[in-house]
């Protein structure tokens, strides 16, 4: 959990960012040429899987997640595309598809750390995904008042 609170304001800036751009944060430069840090890559590969069918934890901006999805001890750029998984992956959990606006960075995840826990969980209960799509709702609703 520690990952999110040091990092509450990357998730707001991260969902403001990409609801703003369509594609993503101007600061990441996810092309073909890119990839994520040889390091990072180990350390996710490593992170064993928690079998556990209840999530752990729940955020507006990346939904329902589990402990072994996120790291302490990898890069900012690497903690930014899992922030972005995290986000596309809420989408998918509430739509059952990749979003179009983030086909993009949910390809280059899967093409640099396919071993990443979180693409083993694309599927929720269907009380989780009412939660989230509940959540989404008040959060467009208090929205559309400003």
């Known amino acids: 959990m520690a990952l999110f609170h040091h990092h509450a304001l ?3 800036w991260l969902s403001f ?5 369509g594609e993503g944060p101007v600061m990441i430069n996810y092309t073909d040429n890119n990839s ?3 390091q990072d890559k180990m350390t996710i590969k490593s992170k064993p899987f928690n079998m556990e069918s209840n999530f752990e934890n729940i955020s ?3 939904g329902i997640f589990w402990k072994d999805e996120i790291f ?5 750029e690497t903690n930014t595309i899992i922030l972005l998984l995290l986000l596309t992956r809420k989408y998918i959990h509430i739509s059952r598809s990749v979003p179009k606006k983030y086909k993009k960075i949910w ?8 071993e990443w ?3 083993k969980r694309l599927t929720i209960k269907e009380e989780d995904r009412d939660m989230l799509i509940n959540m989404e ?7 559309s008042e400003y």
């Open 107 to 114: 390809e280059f995840g899967l093409r640099e750390i396919p």
């Open 60 to 62: 507006y901006d990346t």
């Open 36 to 38: 994520i840090d040889l």
């Open 17 to 21: 960012s990409l609801h703003k751009f």
């Open 117 to 119: 826990n979180g693409f």
């Open 10 to 12: 990357s998730i707001e």
């Open 72 to 76: 302490e001890d990898i890069t900012e």
């Open 137 to 143: 709702k008040i959060y467009s609703d208090s929205q």
